[in-house]
């Protein structure tokens, strides 16, 4: 069997459900590996894994941290991500960066919509993947439920590779199925007792020694031959196949134990490092694909060192001593601090600046990087999140990271007006760090408005505005940008006249309004014969009717979708001016539309929700309440995706309703689909509300 050279260097995201102990693994692993001298407790905020303000203030990750250590002569680069919903930007960024994935386990509690997500993108991108079922010293948490889980809802059949040597809070350590011995660990040093299995376990390690080998003989006709014929493998075949098993995919090792009590680490750290892909591997059997920016073809690279120079940029973060420091996974190529370089995202030249490898907070500068090497590089001036640097003269551009659209949106208002450039400011910096915000100017409705993946997502931005950039806001609800049009065609005379001293102003002319179809905006037509009215004076026409029309007569709101005609008018000959007919076109145009039966539009959306099966009809009842109308339901796994068109207005607070609804397993994204009109007795409720919202804001 082949064997590629591994590099010392092994690239791992680790991913979980919120409270599956992934943080608490990672500072197991640092403990272990002798990274740290105690191990570290989200409670008493002293982990390296969580160091941001907001994370010691939750308890719970908010952003990706890199943990780069040695085990095994082999440097690991575990990428920690938070593991909650409102923030998956984080962790499908993440897996963009590594070759490989430990997903962590509740030992009772079973896979949320967050790690259904990412074990869809896992499989996209081909990642090989190892399990890890965390507190099984706790009553009743087992590696079979693990695995019932892992067999029901992620489809599929991971290998265990380990047996716990004790039940719940007696569990003393692990016997490693591979090595055949017995590891017993605890919390208070990092050192391990390498034991011969118990007697009593010695027929458990034998059976789960077969079913290793038969997992690991599947895999290949020559193994299944051998197995088949000797009844046995030796453990250098078994651990070769079970390597090129996980690298395909075909096999998913699961390993259990204890973060909190340090049980079961010591056996995981050695899959890593022994059975998890390093990056010439993880490249040899997929390459890193893109394009040449030039001519849009596919080009690739293979990961080595003596490639040309690309990396991809995975995070952004903007340190307060630091500066911007931009992530980046080395793909291909050697480049050096400083170096100038070519943005093939953004098609303009980059000076790179420092180097630093990175372990939480502390950043260490380094003078270079190769292929494989996760570095963050300081001072990059027009480089973000998901862009592509290369070599100039042999240019690639990867596919973007493909993040989900935000949900949930507020208006915000500065608390006072000396803040609002502040905050301006900050929100654009924050949106650097994490594009899955984004925040806009609504020309309609004249507010700011932050959108989010949710409630969490929110709340945390607000938090670093403020301890960031000293800026606080108000949030609230944001309006909706109601619209106007008629439903039938009406005929209306404007005529201005002013008599003053000297010259007055005179302007006449009739309109024409009429209905267009939906999404159809303006039409201007000249229709006047006999000169009427001069031909010069018609644009002053159009003018005063485009002006009108942002405020139409119900509401005060825009509209849209007329067709406007000017047909028949009178001029003065010293009197008329293009003003006095932009004020005689807006006339008309407001005295046509009210006879024209003027309804309100309101803005509807596209909504694609998933939700378990059982959570499907509480699901479909709440979208007819809120006025939606279902266009499809298909079954996805064990999942249903509800396709549904639904009114803005009733999606403002949809994201903690579907929360509940669904028990936190439920996720929905939208988009803009068309105006609608709004049902006559509704309407007439928001007109009269904005009316009064209009004039408390004059009489202020």
């Not at 191990?39 to 160091?51: C, H, K, M, Y």
């Not at 193994?223 to 046995?232: E, H, K, P, R, S």
């Not at 001036?381 to 003269?393: A, I």
Request: glycine fraction near 10%; charged fraction near 20%; hydrophobic fraction near 40%.
């Amino acid at each position: 069997m082949d064997h590629i050279r591994m590099e010392p260097i092994r690239n791992v995201a680790i991913v979980s459900n919120v409270g599956a102990g992934k943080t608490s693994l990672s500072e197991a692993m640092l403990f272990v590996g002798g990274a740290v001298p105690i191990l570290g407790s989200i409670a008493q905020g002293t982990t390296v894994s969580d160091f941001e303000p907001e994370e010691l203030h939750h308890r719970s990750s908010v952003s990706t941290s890199v943990l780069q250590f040695s085990w095994n002569q082999t440097t690991i680069s575990l990428l920690d991500p938070p593991g909650a919903l409102s923030l998956l930007g984080e962790p499908l960024s993440a897996l963009r960066a590594v070759d490989a994935v430990l997903i962590v386990l509740d030992g009772q509690a079973g896979v949320r919509t967050e790690l259904s997500r990412l074990w869809a993108r896992i499989g996209e991108l081909g990642l090989p993947c190892l399990f890890f079922v965390n507190g099984l010293d706790r009553a009743g948490a087992s590696i079979e439920q693990a695995l019932e889980i892992c067999r029901t809802q992620l489809h599929c059949v991971p290998v265990p590779m380990v047996i716990p040597v004790g039940l719940g809070p007696q569990m003393e350590g692990v016997i490693d199925i591979l090595q055949d011995r017995f590891i017993r660990s605890g919390p208070s040093t990092g050192k391990v007792e390498i034991l011969p299995v118990p007697a009593h376990l010695k027929s458990a390690a034998k059976e789960g020694r077969t079913r290793l080998m038969e997992a690991v003989a599947e895999t290949e006709d020559t193994l299944l031959n051998a197995y088949v014929a000797q009844g046995d493998l030796s453990h250098d075949v078994l651990f070769s196949g079970l390597r090129s098993g996980i690298l395909r995919r075909q096999v998913f090792p699961l390993y259990a134990g204890s973060a909190a009590r340090n049980l079961g680490v010591w056996p995981l750290m050695n899959a890593i490092t022994g059975l998890l892909p390093s990056p010439g591997e993880r490249c040899a059997a997929h390459p890193s694909e893109g394009l040449q920016p030039n001519t849009g073809l596919p080009c690739e690279r293979k990961g080595s060192a003596q490639e040309p120079f690309s990396a991809f940029v995975f995070k952004t973060l903007i340190d307060p001593f630091v500066g911007r420091l931009s992530y980046c996974r080395i793909l291909s190529g050697t480049v050096q601090a400083d170096s100038l370089v070519w943005n093939a995202s953004k098609q303009i030249r980059e000076k790179l600046g420092h180097f630093y490898t990175l372990f939480g907070k502390r950043h260490t500068a380094i003078a270079s990087a190769s292929a494989g090497d996760i570095v963050a590089i300081g001072k990059l001036h027009d480089t973000h999140t998901g862009d592509t640097l290369c070599d100039e003269k042999d240019q690639i551009c990867y596919p973007a990271i493909g993040l989900p659209r935000p949900v949930l949106s507020f208006a915000i208002e500065a608390k006072s007006k000396a803040e609002i450039e502040k905050v301006s400011l900050g929100l654009h910096k924050l949106i650097e760090e994490d594009p899955t915000l984004a925040f806009s100017r609504n020309a309609e409705t004249k507010e700011m408005v932050l959108s989010s993946l949710g409630q969490l997502h929110i709340d945390l931005a607000l938090e670093k505005l403020h301890r960031k950039f000293g800026a606080d806001v108000i949030l609230h609800t944001p309006k909706i940008p109601y619209h106007e049009t008629v439903h039938a065609t009406a005929r209306a005379q404007g005529k201005y006249k002013k008599q003053t001293g000297g010259h007055g102003q005179y302007g006449d002319c009739w309109l024409e309004v009429s209905p267009l179809p939906r999404g159809g905006g303006f039409t201007f037509e000249h229709r006047v014969v006999g000169g009427a009215i001069p031909r010069n004076f018609i644009p002053a026409v159009e003018k005063g009717v485009s002006e009108a029309m942002h405020e139409g007569v119900l509401g005060g709101f825009p509209v849209v979708d007329v067709r406007v005609a000017v047909y028949d008018g009178s001029y003065h000959v010293v009197d008329s001016s293009e003003m006095s007919f932009k004020i005689a076109g807006s006339m008309a145009f407001k005295k046509a539309t009210e006879m024209a039966q003027p309804v309100l539009l309101e803005p509807m959306m596209t909504v694609e929700i998933e939700a378990p099966t059982d959570a499907v009809g509480a699901v479909m009842g709440d979208l007819n309440a809120r006025r939606g109308r279902i266009l499809s339901v298909n079954a996805n796994d064990h999942a249903e995706q509800i396709t549904a068109l639904v009114p803005l207005a009733e999606l403002l607070k949809y994201a903690p309703a579907l929360n509940g609804m669904t028990g936190g397993r439920g996720s929905y994204v939208m988009e803009f689909a068309r105006y609608d009109e709004v049902p006559r007795e509704l309407a007439a409720r928001i007109i009269e509300q904005h009316k009064t919202e209009r004039q408390a804001v004059g009489a202020h």
